[in-house]
């Protein structure tokens, strides 16, 4: 293989994980160390990273993209993450994603009680349509590009109006940690401990944003944090085979993935399999740790069978954007799942009930 063709190589395998356009992509491979394509974030950087996956990638809405990144730009010292444009709520109503992200982060306190958004989490300039961040106290940096036109300093002027009209100080401004943002780490430090466990594979996640489309035959992507593991469901529906095998290969892969390896495992299908017209809804669960740390682990949960959120969901991404390819993938027009009858009255009220 010539060296231009072992660069695109490259380059294809870098867009299977961060989703970034080819020549980004190839642009990063260039003239970098290979055996570390995706490098991995000092501390102060995972944790910030890590904070933001939390955050944003929880699940709940619906997205042009899985989880509302359409694909993230890495070095070791810094990130951008590429926002999509909206989020669909189950009513169907849309908000614009770069407000929902600011309603996940900002720290705002409530006094007595608790900080809400991410701690130490600082504004520290707006470029257009990039929102640059960083913790207090640290030199990490991230940046979230909104859409074009995206107006961040009314988006931000906005929500401290608000937090103050409630008498929940706004805080992403100070230049040191809060008395109310220490107290909260005083009031709950097994959580901050176990969640610090996890700054490392949030980080490492973010930076592979796009596995959980390119790698994975699931049209629902759902996460959340339970003591010192990150918890993940992934929904295929009826129909789709799935290759749960490919998306864990991909994941532990030597050079690109996450230096994890499978601790316990319950797998309900059978390789190759597809999943035909079962009524009911089976799971094969995978639960991974660090290859050498004991610190926090990954639990991935593959769900198939009918469809829980499907109803008129192809119809709701398809408006969004998604693209069509992925789309004939996950949530194929044929599927039993993807648009339920309505020519019946309690089809319906089924319908109109059918959300996240």
Request: glycine share 10%.
């Amino acid at each position: 293989m010539t060296s231009g063709g072992r660069l695109e190589k490259l380059a294809r395998t870098r867009q299977l994980y961060t989703g970034e356009p080819f020549s980004t992509a190839k642009s990063a491979m260039r003239g970098g160390d290979n055996r570390y394509p995706i490098h991995s974030s000092p501390l102060s950087q995972a944790h910030l990273e890590a904070q933001v996956f939390a955050k944003l990638c929880g699940g709940g809405q619906w997205w042009t993209h899985p989880l509302g990144l359409s694909h993230v730009q890495s070095t070791t010292q810094s990130a951008i993450v590429h926002l999509d444009s909206h989020t669909t709520f189950s009513s169907g109503t849309l908000y614009a994603r770069s407000g929902h992200v600011l309603d996940q982060l900002l720290p705002c306190a409530e006094p007595g009680v608790q900080v809400n958004g991410v701690i130490g989490l600082r504004v520290v300039g707006i470029d257009g349509s990039d929102l640059h961040l960083t913790l207090a106290g640290s030199e990490c940096h991230l940046v979230l590009r909104g859409m074009p036109g995206t107006d961040w300093a009314e988006e931000l002027a906005e929500r401290w109006r608000r937090y103050e009209k409630a008498e929940a100080p706004p805080l992403w401004q100070q230049p040191k940690l809060t008395a109310f943002e220490d107290a909260h780490i005083r009031d709950y430090p097994e959580t901050w401990t176990a969640e610090r466990n996890l700054d490392w594979l949030g980080s490492a996640l973010l930076r592979r944003i796009a596995i959980f489309q390119t790698s994975s035959t699931a049209y629902s992507t759902r996460s959340w944090i339970t003591g010192d593991e990150l918890i993940f469901e992934l929904d295929t529906v009826r129909g789709i085979r799935l290759e749960h095998d490919i998306f864990l290969r991909r994941l532990m892969d030597p050079v690109w993935g996450l230096p994890l390896r499978i601790e316990h495992q319950h797998c309900s299908c059978k390789p190759g399999q597809e999943l035909g017209d079962s009524t009911y809804t089976l799971q094969c669960t995978y639960n991974l740790v660090h290859r050498s740390m004991t610190s926090g682990g990954l639990q991935l949960r593959f769900r198939h069978g009918p469809g829980v959120y499907t109803g008129g969901t192809r119809i709701k991404l398809e408006s969004l954007g998604s693209p069509t390819e992925w789309l004939d993938r996950v949530l194929p027009n044929h599927s039993p799942d993807v648009t339920p009858p309505s020519d019946t009255p309690s089809a319906a009220r089924s319908s109109a009930r059918v959300g996240r």
